[in-house]
């Protein structure tokens, strides 16, 4: 089974941008669809981005559609998410997740992931 290490979060100005990795380990990283979950202090954990086992399809919460990209290379077993013009409600700790049943899709339910990383923090201020 993968293993999820999430990095690149950080504290940036509102319009700024960040660049978020999700390294996976061991050669089934390409078996599963990726996504990026996000979680903010007193709310539930919310779908940000989704990406195919081939990375040719792409989903995104309509929250961010226009500033985040997801993409993968499985090459390196990582996924990025390039998330620009940063908001305020934007910050959350940000958690990657992998799906073997959803590989063609990905999925906003947290219930069909099998793996998740750790989570790294992401804060925008105003």
């Known amino acids: 089974q993968v293993q999820l290490v999430e990095s690149g979060g950080g504290l940036v100005q509102a319009g700024g941008s960040l660049r978020l990795s999700c390294a996976g380990s061991?050669?089934?990283?390409?078996?599963?669809?990726m996504s990026w979950f996000r979680q903010a202090p007193g709310k539930e954990r919310e779908f940000v981005a989704a990406i195919s086992g081939n990375g040719r399809n792409t989903y995104y919460a309509d929250s961010v559609k226009g500033r985040f990209t997801i993409s993968r290379d499985n090459a390196k077993t990582t996924m990025y998410l390039q998330s620009d013009n940063l908001k305020p409600e934007d910050t959350a700790v940000y958690y990657c997740?992998?799906?073997?049943?959803?590989?063609?899709?990905?999925?906003?339910?947290?219930?069909?992931?099998?793996?998740w990383g750790q989570g790294t923090q992401v804060t925008v201020s105003s």
């Open positions: 061991g050669r089934t990283f390409s078996n599963y669809a």
């Open positions: 997740a992998a799906s073997a049943s959803t590989y063609y899709t990905g999925s906003y339910i947290p219930n069909q992931y099998d793996v």
